[in-house]
């Protein structure tokens, strides 16, 4: 965030802070063309109801007055390259300027710079669900990146029903998850996990948690090493 915007810390402190509110911010031009100016508003609000449809926050319009300030802050920039823009958006702490999770930029063709939103609406309500549902606390993290938003709802229902001892169709829902976004690893260690704790020939899950392992953040390697370390009765190593 840069010092003196809407979003800035200073901001901020002056107000009851709401972790489940979000503000969005119009994109920051940086083609160098002031002609691309309104495309920042576009995307600010294009991102806004995909964010609010989630249900999952409040989304503020950080042009109004609000009683209370915003926990989460979506913003960005945009460049120019060739005949294309690219989008690069983040989620950040409105405290602190933390950025929380950096989005894949995103390109699209400089007449029709709205093929980009959807994406980068996906991107960030799936950081915000991350960041804010207490439900997959206890969970591995989504990885380098967050998860679809629709991927995520299954990876939620998953989470509910193994709380829930229903172990059978949690495991339905991880995988599931995994399968409408193969780079939520996350979803496929939870799957996995159960599968093979029920049915300990599954050693087809086993391999694809394996060959898998290299696109996971240190954090999942982590605890799938520890994980298969424990079922092979490794404790020291886990």
Not at 47 to 65: E, T, Y
Not at 164 to 186: G, K, N, Q, V, W
């Amino acid at each position: 965030l840069r010092p003196g915007s809407d979003a800035s810390p200073q901001g901020v402190s002056q107000a009851r802070v709401d972790p489940r509110q979000v503000s969005v911010m119009p994109f920051e031009n940086r083609t160098g063309d002031r002609a691309y100016d309104s495309v920042g508003v576009m995307a600010m609000d294009w991102i806004s109801q995909d964010i609010a449809a989630s249900g999952l926050v409040s989304v503020v319009d950080p042009r109004s007055s609000s009683k209370a300030a915003s926990g989460l802050v979506v913003s960005g920039s945009y460049y120019r390259e060739g005949d294309h823009l690219r989008f690069q958006g983040q989620l950040s702490l409105a405290s602190t300027g933390t950025i929380s999770r950096a989005f894949n930029p995103v390109s699209a063709p400089l007449g029709e710079p709205t093929v980009a939103f959807d994406s980068v609406g996906l991107q960030a309500t799936g950081a915000i669900a991350e960041a804010t549902d207490a439900r997959v606390a206890a969970f591995p993290r989504a990885g380098r990146n967050p998860p679809s938003f629709a991927a995520y709802r299954e990876f939620v229902q998953g989470a509910e029903d193994f709380v829930h001892h229903s172990d059978s169709t949690a495991d339905l829902h991880f995988m599931r998850a995994y399968e409408i976004d193969t780079t939520f690893t996350a979803a496929l260690l939870n799957g996995g996990a159960s599968i093979y704790s029920r049915f300990s020939g599954s050693d087809s899950v086993i391999a694809l948690m394996k060959a898998r392992r290299s696109s996971m953040s240190r954090f999942n390697q982590m605890w799938l090493d520890s994980y298969l370390a424990s079922k092979a009765n490794d404790i020291p190593t886990a």
